[in-house]
Nanobody, 118 residues
């Protein structure tokens, strides 16, 4: 499985941005996809995840109400709509995929940088 993330960039605080991730390869065993982020000097953290079958989503408290994760099964793609961006949202955003039966996310994309200027 290969994951290709795109859509990062430089925005101002309060702006919106959408990042996308497309999965290719052996995707028939997809269970969930998600977004994580890593800010400079910090550990990678969970942002949002979505069930591939039910579309049920989960969010980190820090982005609840501002970010929305969605998926397009036909395109094997997942999106993260980020609204009301804050400087603390600045990070490299990684998409990830969890296969059926896997204990956690077991495939990772290369990351896309989101920079929010205040």
């Amino acid at each position: 499985v290969q994951l290709q993330a795109s859509g990062g960039g430089l925005v101002q605080a309060g702006d919106s941005l959408r990042v996308s991730c497309a999965a290719s390869g052996r995707t028939f065993g997809m269970n969930a996809m998600g977004w994580f982020r890593q800010a400079p000097g910090q550990e990678r953290e969970f942002v949002a995840g979505i069930s591939w079958r039910t579309s049920i989503a989960a969010y980190a408290d820090s982005v609840q109400g501002r970010f929305t994760i969605s998926r397009d099964n036909a395109k094997n793609a997942v999106y993260l709509q980020m609204n009301s961006l804050k400087s603390e949202d600045t990070a490299v955003y990684y998409c990830a995929l969890r296969e059926i039966g896997a204990p956690g996310y077991n495939y990772w994309g290369q990351g896309t940088l989101v920079t929010v200027s205040s």
